[in-house]
């Protein structure tokens, strides 16, 4: 049954305000059954310890953290769903760093660890750099779904570098099918899913310090790598050939309904990318594993740029010290930590160590899998760049950009709009 709270700022003036020692609060943005979860894995946490804990979640998060931060009436740690959140509380004096150790922990314990270090670290008010930001629970973009029926009754086999992906895709037009389908609609938010095709590609042709810069504007949006990255998915989804009901059809498809066409008979079309969530938009009764799959988004074999992965995540940061919010810290880091989630629904880990075993669902596994063998995570860039680009003109041109318009074009436009927030 779920949980009643009080509003939230009330809720954690009673706790996190009023803490005792030895009692931990955390804030996060889960409700409902992932509420329920984190409950589980938190409880482990106080059975270990003996400290009181106790979680609040909210559907308002990113706007309570930052009243609770200035009020003096944190959480001891809060859980965000995007790291630049947590760097603007950094940069305001409103976490703590991590506990000396942390950092070579995450880079010896997490697949690609660096990665998940740099992500985790932010500049202090007093414009230090240090790890303030701990990754527990994320999420993996860089997915292929396909019909596994459809794949076998044409005798095709799952690329594992996109030079094969490119060469199936010609394939299957050379075989009178169609193999993309592709939707960018999404109401108010029309335009995101072709983001997340920009940044898969700018991790597959460009380094990470690159796209490092590109989403802070170091390196501006209309740079020919960036420019080019466009492009790479204009291949895909501005050919009429490849992309079922045509190019013309990609702005105006919505996102939920795209993938459809996979299971019609005959197949509209053979292949969808999207991110883990999207099975929950496939026909009423299918089963992943039998009836859909999914294959990593692979990455080009002559670019020597390793096996990067696109993702999102939550990052526990400490926004009330105290040594139990520490002793929290070092807990998530335990094998145990993660499996207890694994056991459940919804949950991918980095952690090395783990029991892969415990996964309720092979389908997570799977995931988890291409998350263990990342070389490079990197966060969602449009989530990193400001609201006005990442959720504004990146969304806006990457439609134009499919209803015709350059790259070049689409990209200087972009980088028109990034000039004027500054």
């Not at 790598?225 to 998915?233: L, P, S």
């Not at 079922?244 to 993938?259: E, L």
Request: charged content about 20%.
């Amino acid at each position: 049954m779920m949980k009643t709270f009080l509003p939230t700022a009330m809720a954690l003036a009673m706790t996190a305000g009023a803490a005792q020692a030895g009692d931990v609060t955390v804030f996060g943005p889960w409700l409902g059954p992932d509420q329920e979860n984190v409950e589980a894995v938190l409880a482990e946490f106080a059975a270990q310890s003996g400290h009181k804990v106790s979680y609040v979640g909210s559907d308002s998060f990113e706007q309570q953290v930052r009243v609770d931060a200035e009020a003096g009436s944190a959480a001891n740690v809060s859980v965000f769903p995007q790291p630049g959140l947590a760097a603007d509380l950094a940069k305001g004096g409103f976490l703590t760093p991590l506990a000396a150790g942390t950092a070579d922990w995450v880079r010896d314990n997490y697949a690609a660890g660096q990665s998940w270090v740099d992500l985790g670290t932010y500049a202090g008010a007093d414009g230090a750099d240090n790890l303030y930001g701990f990754f527990y629970k994320v999420d993996v973009k860089s997915l292929v779904w396909y019909n596994p029926e459809n794949f076998e009754d044409a005798g095709y086999d799952v690329p594992s570098t996109m030079e094969e992906l490119k060469d199936l895709t010609k394939q299957i037009v050379a075989d009178g099918g169609t193999p993309w389908c592709i939707g960018l609609g999404s109401g108010g938010a029309t335009g995101w899913p072709a983001t997340d095709w920009v940044e898969d590609m700018m991790l597959r042709t460009q380094s990470p310090a690159d796209y490092d810069k590109w989403v802070t504007n170091e390196m501006k949006f209309n740079d020919p790598k960036v420019v080019a990255a466009i492009d790479e998915f204009g291949w895909f989804a501005g050919n009429d050939d490849y992309v079922a009901g045509g190019a013309g059809a990609v702005a105006s498809t919505d996102f939920r309904d795209s993938p459809k066409g996979m299971f019609s008979s005959p197949a509209q079309c053979y292949m969808h990318r999207q991110a883990s969530f999207i099975p929950a938009f496939f026909p009423e009764g299918t089963v992943v594993g039998e009836d859909a799959d999914f294959f990593y988004f692979p990455a080009y074999a002559g670019k020597d740029l390793g096996a990067p992965v696109l993702g999102a995540g939550t990052v526990w940061g400490i926004t009330n010290d105290s040594p139990e919010a520490h002793e929290l810290i070092t807990y998530l880091q335990s094998a145990k930590a993660h499996e207890i989630w694994m056991a459940r629904k919804g949950f991918l880990t980095p952690h090395k160590g783990v029991d892969t075993s415990v996964f309720s669902d092979p389908t997570l596994k799977k995931m988890n899998d291409i998350l263990l063998g990342a070389t490079t995570f990197r966060f969602d860039g449009s989530d990193l760049m400001p609201g006005g680009v990442g959720a504004g003109s990146f969304w806006t041109g990457m439609v134009d950009y499919a209803g015709g318009k350059s790259a070049q074009q689409t990209a200087d436009e972009i980088q028109a709009s990034w000039d004027a927030l500054k």
